[in-house]
């Protein structure tokens, strides 16, 4: 089957991006993973969570080949990674079923590295909300960022634990903040959300790279919320 190619430039900020999500902790083994897709388009995105988020994160350029999905360790291919050049690509090459090998550049040859594989099955399925995105302006997506370090950090206070969006008044949306005794709010908003929704605190949320690759939409159900 074709390879799929990782080009270290894209890859290497990637997994750090990815790593603020996975709980590297977790005794569950596939939650140590993260899924490498090439999808039917040709686009390459890899995912990684830690059951109650999700983060994906799609490369640049399309590549050929059928659409194909493995599950890698995170830290295996973050210790490839940071032994590669910049220039340098990593290369999965799934070479017979249930085999997974992870190729690099080893002086002017390749090396190989073997991959314990785990059913892409047990990879948990990220949501999908059925609704169309909004888009959320640079002065919303600050007033967002300082509700967040007003909000509380006590996880026994789940509901204070991110930004609020109200759009009980549809002219007039605010953005609050609180942790019980330092409130934030900021007003005079108009989000084309049909109910008022949390976003949580997340320092995913906070990462330069993620702030600065385009504008950020929103999307969200009584469930879930999409950035």
């Known amino acids: 089957m074709t390879p799929i190619i990782l080009p270290i430039a894209e890859l290497k900020p990637a997994l750090v991006g990815l790593g603020k999500v996975i709980n590297h902790r977790s005794t569950l083994a596939v939650i140590q993973h993260i899924k490498v897709e090439r999808t039917s388009d040709g686009w390459i995105a890899i995912t990684g969570t830690d059951l109650d988020r999700f983060v994906t994160i799609r490369l640049e350029h399309p590549a050929q080949g059928p659409q194909n999905t493995v599950l890698v360790p995170y830290d295996q291919l973050l210790q490839l990674t940071k032994n590669c050049g910049k220039g340098e690509s990593l290369i999965i090459e799934t070479p017979s079923p249930g085999s997974i090998l992870l190729k690099f550049a080893l002086a002017n040859n390749l090396g190989a590295s073997k991959v314990k594989p785990i059913p892409v099955e047990e990879f948990p399925t990220t949501p999908r909300i059925q609704s169309d995105a909004c888009p959320l ?13 007003c909000a509380s950090t006590d996880q026994t206070r789940y509901v204070l634990n991110g930004a609020f969006i109200d759009t009980r008044d549809a002219k007039a949306n605010y953005i609050v903040g609180t942790d019980g005794r330092h409130l934030y709010s900021a007003n005079s908003f108009a989000i084309p959300l049909k109910n008022s929704v949390i976003i949580p605190s997340h320092k995913f949320l906070g990462w330069k790279e993620f702030n600065l690759d385009g504008e950020w939409q929103i999307k969200a159900d009584d469930k879930q919320v999409q950035i």
Do not use: S, T
């Not at 302006?137 to 600050?142: A, D, I, V």
């Open 137 to 149: 302006p640079p002065e919303l997506r600050g007033a967002i960022h300082e509700a967040m370090e």
